[in-house]
């Protein structure tokens, strides 16, 4: 019970387009807020964004505000992360995550979490 599976991840050109998915499994998804991290080599694994259960309400970081939009789709079950004019510095491996209640941008409130999925933005 309660997987989540990344993919999408892949080698992108800087300002080209990815769309990460990640599929939940074993819970309700709208108990749920559901979250995407990345961690860079020799980083720390930050926020990137974040859906509340209901799905009315997302949260970005501020560098990929207006570039990066978090959607869900409840008969899939899936969460997905669009990433426009990506950057070099979007490189990292990604997680989605799921957290009780509510969103948060710190790792510690999400209880379950994926495999994640690379993305490499390089030319």
């Known amino acids: 019970q309660l997987q989540l599976v990344e993919s999408g991840g892949g080698l992108v050109q800087p300002g080209g387009s990815l769309r990460l998915s990640c599929v939940v499994s074993g819970f309700t998804l709208n108990y749920y807020a559901i979250g995407w991290f990345r961690q860079a080599p020799g980083k720390e694994r930050e926020g990137v964004s974040c859906?509340?259960?209901?799905?009315?309400?997302?949260n970005y970081r501020d560098s990929v505000k207006a570039r990066f939009t978090i959607s869900r789709d409840v008969a899939k079950n899936t969460v997905y992360l669009q990433m426009n004019s990506l950057k070099p510095e979007d490189t990292a491996i990604y997680y989605c995550?799921?957290?009780?209640?509510?969103?948060?941008?710190?790792?510690?409130?999400?209880?379950?979490w994926g495999q994640g999925t690379q993305v490499t933005v390089s030319s």
């Open positions: 995550a799921a957290a009780r209640n509510y969103c948060s941008g710190y790792v510690f409130p999400y209880d379950y």
């Open positions: 859906i509340s259960r209901s799905g009315s309400s997302t």
